[in-house]
C-alpha cells in the first residue's frame, strides 16, 4: 500500500470510528500525543476528544457522518490530509428533536513512525450548517435573535449547543473568517517540509 493508500484509509477510518463510537479504534488512529482541535474540543485526543462529545450531541440519538476522498500531500515520513466532511447529528431542541447538518473540512498532520501511519493532529475548519426539524413542519421554535449573533460557518452548531446549556466561542476556525484558516495550512505545510 503506497502512503497516499495508507494516509486516506487511516483519515477514513478515524472519522469511521469517530461516528460509530468505537474509542479504541479512535484512539489507535492517534499516536499518544496527537491533537484535536474543533468548535469544542482542544488539547490532547485521548483527554479532550476520545470517548466525548459537545453537550448538544445526545447519545441516545443518531450521529450519521459522510466524508469525500481525502487529498493526501506526502514528503518521507510526514503528510496531510484533507478530508471533506458532512455530519448529521438529531439534538433535542427546546423539547423537540432537530437534526443539524454541518461541512466541514478536516486537516491532519499525519506521520509515519517505526513503519505506521497516525495522526499527529486534527484540525476542524467549518464551513457552513444547517438545521431541521426530524419531523416535518415542526415549529422548532428558533431564536431569530440569538441565531443571527452566530457565525454562519457554524450558526447552528454554536445555536444548538448554547440551548442545550453549552459554550461556544465566535474565535473558531471558520470559511467565514479566512484569517482564522490560513494559519491551519500554514501549519500543515511548515508540518510537511518539516520547519
Known amino acids: 500500500m503506497s502512503a497516499i ?6 483519515v477514513l477510518w478515524e472519522r469511521q470510528a469517530r461516528s460509530r ?6 484512539a489507535a488512529c492517534y499516536w499518544p500525543d496527537g491533537t484535536v ?7 490532547n485526543a485521548r483527554d ?8 448538544d450531541y445526545a447519545p441516545a440519538l443518531p450521529l450519521v457522518g459522510r466524508y469525500a476522498a481525502p487529498v493526501v500531500h506526502v514528503s518521507g515520513d510526514r503528510g496531510y490530509a484533507e478530508l471533506p466532511s458532512t455530519t448529521k447529528h438529531w439534538v433535542d431542541l427546546d423539547g423537540n428533536v432537530a437534526i443539524v447538518e454541518s461541512f466541514m473540512r478536516l486537516i491532519y498532520r499525519v506521520e509515519r513512525r517505526a513503519g505506521e501511519w497516525k495522526i499527529s493532529d486534527m484540525t476542524a475548519i467549518d464551513e457552513a ?3 431541521a426539524p426530524e419531523i416535518p413542519g415542526t415549529d422548532l421554535h428558533i431564536d431569530a435573535a440569538l441565531a443571527k449573533q452566530q457565525r454562519i460557518a457554524y ?5 444548538t449547543r448554547i440551548k442545550a446549556g453549552g459554550e461556544i466561542g465566535s474565535d473558531g476556525i471558520g470559511t ?16 510537511l517540509n518539516h520547519k
Not at 176 to 191: L, N
Open 5 to 10: 493508500e495508507a494516509i486516506s484509509q487511516l
Open 21 to 26: 463510537g468505537l474509542n479504541e479504534e479512535l
Open 37 to 43: 482541535t474543533t468548535s469544542w474540543s482542544s488539547g
Open 48 to 55: 479532550t476528544f476520545i470517548g466525548q462529545r459537545p453537550v
Open 129 to 131: 450548517d444547517t438545521v
Open 155 to 159: 450558526r447552528w452548531l454554536a445555536y
Open 176 to 191: 467565514d473568517r479566512p484569517e482564522t484558516v490560513a494559519p491551519v495550512y500554514a501549519k500543515a505545510e511548515a508540518w
